[in-house]
């Protein structure tokens, strides 16, 4: 006869959650040692800071923040959060699941991790999903003016939405400035290294350098 495996352990903090949020927490569930739980988009924020602020859970580090929508269009997209406590050596992964065709919305958790900055950015950038509170929500690995969409999402073409002749038009009259934010084109000021001509063309354009 074979031994049967015994079933894998999920983390301490599931039965902490579903005493502290009921039935708030949906599920949750052990893969390849990882502990997931699934949350009501309606609660994460305050599911995440109560892991960040209490006594015995202390996930005081934002390990990632990404997206996952599969080819199954039945199935949800989800918004996923890797936790980890550092000083318990504790991980944990968070997930949110909507409608892939629906509004993709969340509260930011930058007022809790301030790492989260560039991570929302990026799912915003690549997924679509808008951060609530986000103090500087805008795209980080596209440039701000792309209009091509998200170029994660399921239903994103390889070569874009645009034609080939269209996107290398866009490319030539593309400007450096539109690269960057006013308060990074000011810090560049600063240093000297923003040439005349296109502090010129952001004061014909009405965009503000930050002093």
Not at 21 to 41: E, N, P, Q
Not at 76 to 89: A, F, H, I, M, N
Not at 101 to 122: C, K, M, N, P
Not at 195 to 203: D, F, H
Request: with cysteine.
């Amino acid at each position: 006869m074979t031994a049967t495996s015994p079933a894998p352990t999920p983390s301490s903090s599931v039965s902490a959650l579903e005493d502290a949020f009921g039935s708030a927490i949906l599920r949750s569930a052990v893969v390849c040692g990882d502990t997931i739980v699934y949350l009501r988009r309606e609660v994460a924020h305050d599911v995440m800071a109560w892991l960040r602020g209490t006594p015995g859970q202390e996930f005081d580090y934002l390990t990632d923040i990404t997206a996952v929508e599969y080819r199954d269009p039945e199935r949800p997209l989800e918004l996923v959060y890797q936790l980890r406590s550092l000083g318990r050596r504790a991980d944990l992964r968070l997930k949110i699941e909507y409608d892939p065709q629906g509004e993709l919305r969340a509260d930011s958790v930058w007022d809790l991790w301030h790492g989260a900055d560039w991570l929302e950015r990026e799912v915003y950038d690549m997924f679509g999903f808008v951060f609530d509170g986000h103090p500087d929500l805008r795209r980080i690995l596209m440039w701000n003016t792309y209009a091509e969409g998200h170029p994660l999402r399921k239903g994103f073409p390889l070569r874009g939405h645009f034609s080939r002749a269209e996107q290398v038009r866009q490319a030539l009259s593309m400007k450096p400035e539109d690269h960057y934010s006013a308060r990074e084109l000011a810090i560049a000021e600063e240093h000297r290294r923003v040439p005349e001509e296109m502090l010129e063309r952001l004061e014909r354009e009405g965009r503000e350098i930050d002093e």
